[in-house]
């Protein structure tokens, strides 16, 4: 995320500069408040941090049930545009949320040893219907990036909540896959050596385990690996969080990692707000790209939110086979949430 942390030595010269990779600062940038809903957790905390450098943010608002004027104190004390506030408990919700041109979920539970996404569902999806339903009441326009597992049930959930709130806008929802592209990004580059920062690595389906299908037929630079080898990649990237929880011993699951792939979609997402062009990244969205009701893919994103749902490309034989696999899981937990959004 820094491309280099730039210290100088003459008395003259400002502080220390961080060179910030999100994108240039700019005073004519438009105002953007980002509220983060789960701010004071695994995942909240240091994705406040990497919101609070983005220059891009004017108002970053932090909301929990506990411990956000702490982290609010912290992260206010950086040096850089936005203007930090600190939420807590359900009475204070909505003043975290009004205004927010985008709002980040990292809330709910994270996963221990042993645990699936699916033993995660009941806690985390009562969870975010409470906050879908402020959303819709208190910043019914905003972007709305869902960090909270299981994503394959959550947006449906929020979708649904959305909809019973004559407020739901497809455009606006956005389940945040970005983690899985960046495991397969780093993955794919140790195994083709080549630089990472150069490499691209489409992802689709879902966000847990099978569902999650990783294109390395149209990775660039394209490398020429054995079967062997894109199989196991592809295992890899599906396990890519047990292999988190499993190494932190019971201690947590993928909070950094996520953090830092929150913060590149959130990123994309103010981008494509304030106008840039050509802003594609992969998303879990409501799509008709395959007979799923949502489904990740690639994604032009722009100032209504998603502007165009892109097709998934040329698959391998391989891939095609992983499409199929994947649907019957990923159908049965879409239904699943949207039969919890409507108990």
């Not at 990775?219 to 190494?247: C, F, H, I, M, Y």
């Not at 981008?271 to 790209?289: A, F, M, R, W």
Request: net charge neutral.
């Amino acid at each position: 995320m820094f491309r280099s942390v730039i210290v100088r030595s003459s008395s003259s010269a400002k502080q220390s500069l961080l060179r910030r990779s999100f994108s240039s600062s700019s005073s004519s940038v438009p105002e953007r408040k980002v509220a983060i809903l789960g701010a004071a957790g695994g995942i909240g905390q240091p994705l406040a941090l990497l919101m609070k450098l983005n220059p891009l943010v004017s108002s970053l608002s932090l909301f929990d049930i506990a411990n956000t004027p702490g982290v609010a104190a912290d992260v206010g004390h950086i040096n850089t545009r936005s203007e930090v506030v600190g939420y807590m408990g359900d009475d204070e919700l909505a003043k975290a949320l009004e205004g927010a041109d985008l709002v980040i979920i990292p809330a709910g539970v994270p996963r221990k040893p042993g645990m699936t996404r699916d033993d995660l569902f009941n806690i985390n999806a009562g969870i975010v219907k409470n906050l879908s339903s402020a959303i819709a009441k208190y910043c019914p326009h905003a972007l709305v990036n869902m960090i909270s597992n299981p994503v394959n049930s959550t947006v449906p959930i929020a979708a649904e909540i959305f909809k019973k709130a004559g407020m739901y806008d497809e455009k606006k929802l956005f389940g945040v896959t970005t983690l899985d592209v960046v495991r397969a990004k780093t993955f794919y580059a140790g195994k083709a050596n080549v630089p990472v920062a150069e490499v691209n690595v489409p992802v689709i389906g879902g966000h847990a385990g099978v569902t999650i299908l990783p294109l390395f037929s149209q990775a660039t630079p394209q490398a020429n690996l054995s079967a062997d080898v894109l199989t196991a990649l592809t295992k890899r990237t599906q396990d890519g969080g047990t292999e988190v929880v499993e190494a932190k011993a019971g201690k947590g699951s993928a909070t950094l990692s996520m953090a830092y792939a929150g913060a590149l979609f959130a990123d994309a997402c103010l981008k494509g707000l304030n106008g840039v062009p050509d802003v594609v990244e992969c998303s879990y969205v409501q799509s008709t790209i395959t007979e799923l009701p949502f489904f990740a893919s690639k994604v032009r994103l722009g100032k209504n939110g998603v502007e165009e749902v892109l097709d998934l490309g040329p698959l391998s034989d391989f891939e095609k086979e992983g499409l199929e696999a994947l649907k019957p899981e990923l159908k049965s937990s879409i239904e699943k949430g949207v039969k919890f959004a409507n108990q």
